[in-house]
Structure formats: structure tokens, C-alpha cells
């Protein structure tokens, strides 16, 4: 059974590269997870991949059963999550395709199934004053610096309902809290991954400049744009951390 796991994002559905040996549909106590989970070999190494929105995408951020995705690699025996999150950039040191590998989160969402902690099981206050585990942090940071990939070390990731993006106001007062990327889907995904104690990172992808930091709107083709520019650096940076 794998020890890694990466949750694939928006312009992440499929992982190439990935050799197929199994797919499991994983049933939980939450329900079903978003797609069924690919086991297989990247570079030579056993991992599980599973499309956040499904496959095809077809979950908006705020639908995604994060508990049942969460739970399910759990049930897998899943150690380390890499998650891949599409954000927009608040700071102009973070152009659209650049890699963020952020620090600290800011949870805006809501009414999302965020704990493990209700009904019958005993509620257990878990320490999150770091949300990501440092060890894997780490780990992309070594394999984007020997990929010669760019990329940001630290940030803060403020999450937000969606999907609809923000208005500009929104956007200086996340400024203002200290938010550096701001995405829909981080959260509570790290929560849960910390309540059930595998070790959990992200990679962001900066895919536009959030609401009011660039002219004009913000455009799906310019997203797309972006996924497209920067979605083979995410996975030079996961091949490299995971062999
Ligand atoms: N805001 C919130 N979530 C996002 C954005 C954004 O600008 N871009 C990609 N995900």
C-alpha cells in the first residue's frame, strides 16, 4: 500500500506519468471520495492519486467531501499528502505560474464538514499552530531546488468559500490579515489530514492575480493559461520530492 499520496487540483485531474496497477473506490463513514483513488508508480515510486474534484472535474470547492477523501487514504495507510491548490496572487512577487509552497493558512471558508471530531467520537483539540508538516515542506523545497525550479518558500494561504473569486475589498482585507495566496480548497482538507495524523503539504499554483492586483477581470482562459505555464513545474517538483 502507498505511503504518498497527492491530491491532484484544478488542472490537475489526471497525473501523467502515473503507471496504473489499481483504482479503489473507497467507501467511508463520510461517503464516497471525490473520484476513485489511482494506485500506481511515478519515477519508480508507489503512490496513490486522487482528482479533488473528480475525474472528470465536476466538484465545486465548497461540494468536495474533504472528510471522505481524507478518510479514504487514510483507510489506504497513506503517511504524507502533497496536495496541489490553484490560488491567486495577492503579493506582485507571485506572477501567474509561479510555485508558492506556503507556510500558514487563514481559513475564510464555511459551512464546509471540517472535523472528524462530531457525533461519537471524543473531541480532541489538535494542536495547528503549524499547519503543514515541515518534513515535507522541506522535501520541496530540496526537489525544486535540484529541478531548478523557482519557487516560494513560506506564505500565507487564505482560504475562501467560492467559487465565485472576490471582490477588491476582500482582496485588501485578506492583504490586510497577512494573506499571501488565496485559494477554496485548502481548507479543511489540512485540518482533517492533521486529525488523522498524516504528515500534509501544499503546492500552489498561482493561476492569476487575485481580484483588484492586476487590470481588468479575471478570465477563465487566463487561468487556463496559467495552469498550462505551470503545472509541469508542480509536477518536476513532486517527481523529485517523492524518489
Ligand atoms: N481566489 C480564490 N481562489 C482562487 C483564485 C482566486 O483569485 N484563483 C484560483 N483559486
Given at each position: 500500500?502507498?505511503?504518498?499520496?497527492?491530491?491532484?487540483?484544478?488542472?490537475?485531474?489526471?497525473?501523467?506519468?502515473?503507471?496504473?496497477?489499481?483504482?479503489?473506490?473507497?467507501?467511508?463513514?463520510?461517503?464516497?471520495?471525490?473520484?476513485?483513488?489511482?494506485?500506481?508508480?511515478?519515477?519508480?515510486?508507489?503512490?496513490?492519486?486522487?482528482?479533488?474534484?473528480?475525474?472528470?472535474?465536476?466538484?465545486?470547492?465548497?461540494?468536495?467531501?474533504?472528510?471522505?477523501?481524507?478518510f479514504?487514504?487514510?483507510?489506504?495507510?497513506?503517511?504524507?499528502?502533497?496536495?496541489?491548490?490553484?490560488?491567486?496572487?495577492?503579493?506582485?512577487t507571485?506572477?501567474?505560474?509561479?510555485?508558492?509552497?506556503?507556510?500558514?493558512?487563514?481559513?475564510?471558508?464555511?459551512?464546509?464538514?471540517?472535523?472528524?471530531?462530531?457525533?461519537?467520537?471524543?473531541?480532541?483539540h489538535?494542536?495547528?499552530?503549524?499547519?503543514?508538516?515541515?518534513?515535507?515542506?522541506?522535501?520541496?523545497?530540496v526537489?525544486?531546488?535540484?529541478?531548478?525550479?523557482?519557487?516560494?518558500?513560506?506564505?500565507?494561504?487564505?482560504?475562501?468559500?467560492?467559487?465565485?473569486?472576490?471582490?477588491?475589498?476582500?482582496?485588501?482585507?485578506?492583504?490586510?490579515?497577512?494573506?499571501?495566496?488565496?485559494?477554496?480548497?485548502?481548507?479543511?482538507?489540512?485540518?482533517?489530514?492533521?486529525?488523522?495524523?498524516?504528515?500534509?503539504?501544499?503546492?500552489?499554483?498561482?493561476?492569476?492575480?487575485?481580484?483588484?492586483?492586476?487590470?481588468?477581470?479575471?478570465?477563465?482562459?487566463?487561468?487556463?493559461?496559467?495552469?498550462?505555464?505551470?503545472m509541469?513545474?508542480?509536477?518536476?517538483?513532486?517527481?523529485?520530492?517523492?524518489?
Open positions: 500500500m502507498p505511503n504518498i499520496a497527492i491530491i491532484g487540483g484544478t488542472g490537475l485531474t489526471q497525473l501523467a506519468g502515473l503507471t496504473l496497477t489499481e483504482q479503489k473506490l473507497v467507501e467511508t463513514p463520510y461517503g464516497e471520495p471525490s473520484a476513485p483513488i489511482k494506485i500506481g508508480q511515478l519515477a519508480g515510486q508507489q503512490l496513490a492519486f486522487l482528482a479533488r474534484h473528480g475525474d472528470p472535474h465536476q466538484l465545486a470547492p465548497h461540494q468536495v467531501n474533504y472528510r471522505a477523501n481524507v479514504a487514504l487514510k483507510t489506504l495507510g497513506v503517511k504524507a499528502i502533497y496536495a496541489v491548490n490553484a490560488v491567486g496572487a495577492i503579493k506582485t507571485m506572477p501567474p505560474a509561479h510555485v508558492v509552497i506556503p507556510d500558514q493558512i487563514i481559513d475564510y471558508s464555511y459551512g464546509r464538514e471540517h472535523t472528524f471530531f462530531a457525533d461519537e467520537r471524543a473531541v480532541e489538535i494542536d495547528f499552530t503549524y499547519p503543514y508538516s515541515d518534513t515535507l515542506r522541506q522535501a520541496l523545497l526537489a525544486a531546488d535540484k529541478a531548478g525550479v523557482q519557487c516560494t518558500d513560506g506564505g500565507v494561504y487564505g482560504c475562501t468559500q467560492g467559487p465565485r473569486l472576490e471582490t477588491k475589498a476582500e482582496i485588501d482585507k485578506l492583504e490586510r490579515d497577512g494573506v499571501d495566496i488565496v485559494g477554496m480548497t485548502g481548507m479543511p482538507e489540512a485540518a482533517l489530514a492533521r486529525e488523522v495524523g498524516i504528515e500534509y503539504a501544499s503546492l500552489a499554483l498561482v493561476v492569476n492575480m487575485a481580484a483588484g492586483r492586476s487590470q481588468g477581470v479575471i478570465t477563465m482562459d487566463d487561468i487556463e493559461q496559467a495552469l498550462e505555464d505551470g509541469g513545474k508542480v509536477l518536476t517538483i513532486l517527481t523529485h520530492a517523492i524518489t
